[in-house]
């Protein structure tokens, strides 16, 4: 029987606003799960965005924006046309006008607080019936009506479907407390001719809303800081674009350009988009995008990337990409979904969270009883106050802030170094490395073959500037890699070439011309017995290059040995301080090649590298890195190559070179933009500190509520007389949730090196 073929699956972003704790983003989640077709939900704090993949067939982005709104959550579908730079731009007027709105919030509640706590402090302040009773609970009207007005809605949102989080303590909390004031404040001779002693919380109301709204106000700027290394990326491309149309050059917006358009870009532009130089010659800046400080040459036919600098000279490009085909746009998008996935460390908080709030509603309520059946007098007061002071310093902000605050700001922060990981789940398990295999060819070395020595023959009446001249006019006519390398050595020191006529080529041996009147050879040791020509004088510096892993190359003139050429795929500079930063790790290095033993075994000894397992294919590299993982090893595996695939997607953590092919870099789950190996030990030192700060994050958020419940329920008023106030309580609750924020934040300035 034939089974049904899967259904097409989608995938959409959403930002989703009023989100304040991991109760919120719980009430998100679990209302998309229930929606039919939904096959995945992520929902993410600290970004605000509920990313969801779902069956097109059977519900759609706006039955899901519809469903967020229907929890009391604000929800919007970006618009078809916007770039993530678009995305992230309205992002940042939100969270600025939520900042504005916390600000407002705050200094109404604030100057509120002060008034009512003179008023109460003054004399006659808390008489029955008195005047200064009915100014408090005017003072308090406006901060629970509308600077707290969200706390009540939510939780009344929430109770509707089922669910609670934060703003159902806080809600309970100062709700309960508010109404018992305004009952003892309008029925106070009541109360007072039958023997009750009508108390007022009007000052604790107005307090707990003023602190927890600080703390919210502080979460918001603190969350807008973990996303400066997006919109440091996002700054690179300038606003507007010099195009020519209708013969005539303009300068339009950058949102308007278009495939096929005609750039110009002067000298110390900025280039507005990625394509291909028509016209001109210059050097252009790309360490935005590689690292490297030494501007690239290009030319007529050369590829340019958006957002890089362009020097000294002038460019006319043809566009090929814009908006979100771009490379940068690219490196923004997988940062943002980086900060929007959640590590798998965070399922703990969220199951804590998903019973956190019916738990703390059932202590609240045995504390009431408690206090009410045994408390001293006025017992109902006690047990009010004990149960309120319960329900708000419980409130789990810094729980559900633990994770995705350090998973933001750290993806966040490996952008900036060049290394982008895809995700929390990349992250951790980047964090458990203990063996890192490397590819060598094109991640341990440079990738192309390179001129590493020239030795002149004794007796040679050439220098080496004139042998390598003459050997490049030789192989400029040859398209064998080794020609390549011996031309680009002679024209990287500015050697003039000379033409070389009667070009031949002897399959497998090298190669023959005239040059300047001379019989110039160059090749292996089989064409210079084809010429009669010695190598004696040369052998033991090429059986040195042979043992070292490199190509010996001769060069006859006139008949005559003038010298040999040493050919290698050179080591990246940073490739042996990578091997030994891993070392320093505790981390196990092993070089996986399909290149020959001998020279990868000489490879291995220049970089420091401890095991080699050279001459294997593609499938061969799968089955060693599976190997490694049987034997209990975490492996990371660091590749640039189609052959790498495999087993970069077969490792626990795949690193691709961003100077790779793309193929490499979609198996891998980390990518280093700048091509240098020492990124996958910055990546591994980048996620060991991050796992420490969220189990940090989590330990505190976890022993804070262990033993701020049982105080705030009075576990220690019986031995020595001690009690939490509702105010005290929700200024730990605020300190708590901010300091999570903050450690959070320290990751901002992890840098290259062992962390």
């Known amino acids: 029987m034939t089974a049904a073929p899967a259904s097409p699956s989608e995938r959409c972003d959403i930002p989703v606003s009023g989100m304040t704790c991991a109760g919120c983003s719980g009430t998100v989640q679990r209302t998309l799960e229930t929606m039919p077709g939904v096959s995945g939900v992520n929902v993410n704090l600290m970004t605000g965005t509920a990313t969801v993949s779902y069956d097109p067939a059977a519900t759609s982005p706006a039955q899901l924006v519809d469903a967020i709104r229907s929890t009391g959550y604000g929800a919007e579908l970006p618009r078809p046309e916007e770039s993530p730079e678009d995305l992230l731009s309205t992002r940042d007027a939100e969270q600025a006008d939520e900042s504005r709105e916390l600000t407002r919030k705050f200094i109404v509640s604030v100057v509120a607080t002060a008034l009512v706590m003179i008023i109460a402090m003054r004399p006659g302040g808390h008489e029955p019936g008195g005047a200064s009773r009915w100014i408090q609970l005017a003072l308090t009207l406006p901060v629970v009506v509308w600077a707290g007005r969200h706390f009540y809605t939510r939780a009344w949102v929430g109770f509707r479907h089922h669910s609670a989080d934060m703003n159902t303590l806080i809600a309970v909390g100062t709700g309960s407390a508010f109404v018992f004031s305004l009952v003892m404040t309008a029925a106070a001779p009541w109360f007072a001719v039958r023997g009750v002693e009508p108390h007022v919380y009007f000052e604790s109301v107005v307090t707990i809303i003023a602190l927890i709204l600080l703390g919210n106000l502080l979460e918001a700027r603190a969350k807008s800081r973990t996303s400066q290394a997006v919109r440091k990326l996002a700054r690179l491309r300038p606003a507007t674009a010099r195009v020519v149309r209708a013969d005539e050059e303009r300068d339009i917006p950058l949102g308007e350009l278009r495939v096929g358009d005609e750039a110009i870009v002067r000298p110390g532009e900025t280039i507005p988009a990625d394509g291909v130089v028509l016209d001109g010659s210059s050097h252009v800046d790309e360490s935005m995008l590689t690292g490297e400080p030494i501007p690239v040459a290009k030319s007529a036919g050369a590829a340019v990337v958006g957002a890089t600098l362009n020097r000294n000279g002038a460019l006319r490009i043809r566009i090929d990409r814009v908006g979100q085909n771009t ?429």
């Open 327 to 755: 490379v940068l746009s690219r490196i923004i998008r997988l940062v943002q979904q980086a900060q929007g996935s959640k590590a798998p460390i965070q399922r703990l908080a969220d199951r804590v969270s998903s019973v956190f709030v019916p738990v703390v509603l059932s202590i609240a309520i045995a504390t009431f009883v408690v206090w009410f059946d045994f408390g001293p007098e006025p017992a109902y007061l006690h047990a009010l106050v004990a149960a309120v002071t319960v329900l708000i310093i419980a409130c789990p902000c810094a729980m559900g802030l633990a994770v995705p605050t350090a998973v933001m700001v750290s993806t966040g922060r490996g952008a900036e170094l060049g290394v982008l990981i895809k995700g929390g789940d990349a992250l951790e398990r980047s964090g458990s490395v203990d063996v890192v295999v490397f590819d060598k060819t094109g991640t341990l070395t440079e990738g192309r073959p390179a001129v590493i020595s020239l030795s002149l023959a004794p007796g040679a009446v050439l220098d080496e500037a004139r042998a390598l001249a003459l050997a490049a006019s030789v192989e400029r006519s040859s398209e064998h890699p080794v020609a390549e390398a011996i031309v680009a050595a002679a024209v990287s020191r500015g050697l003039t070439i000379p033409a070389a006529q009667a070009f031949r080529s002897q399959t497998g041996k090298g190669v023959l011309a005239l040059a300047e009147g001379h019989r110039i050879g160059v090749g292996n040791l089989a064409l210079m017995r084809d010429l009669r020509v010695d190598p004696a004088p040369l052998a033991p510096l090429a059986d040195a290059a042979t043992a070292a892993g490199r190509t010996p190359v001769y060069l006859a003139v006139d008949g005559r040995l003038a010298g040999l050429i040493a050919i290698a795929d050179p080591i990246k500079a940073q490739s042996r301080e990578a091997v030994a930063r891993l070392s320093r790790m505790g981390i196990e290095t092993v070089m996986l090649t399909g290149d020959d033993r001998r020279t990868a075994e000489s490879v291995a000894r220049e970089v420091g590298v401890s095991r080699v397992v050279a001459e294997v294919l593609p499938e061969r590299k799968l089955e060693e890195i599976r190997r490694l993982q049987e034997g209990g090893n975490v492996v990371a595996m660091v590749g640039d190559g189609l052959n790498d695939a495999p087993a970069l997607a077969q490792a626990d953590v795949g690193i691709a070179m961003g100077t790779g092919t793309d193929v490499a870099m979609e198996a891998g789950t980390v990518t280093l933009m700048r091509g240098d190996p020492g990124g996958a030990a910055t990546a591994i030192a980048l996620a060991r500190r991050t796992m420490r700060v969220i189990r940090q994050n989590l330990f505190w958020a976890f022993v804070y509520n262990v033993i701020g419940i049982p105080v705030a329920a009075g576990a220690l008023y019986p031995a020595f007389g001690i009690r939490l106030t509702p105010a005290m309580a929700a200024g730990a609750m605020a300190i708590s949730s901010v300091s999570v924020v903050f450690n959070s934040l320290r990751l901002r300035k992890a840098g290259n090196r062992e962390q």
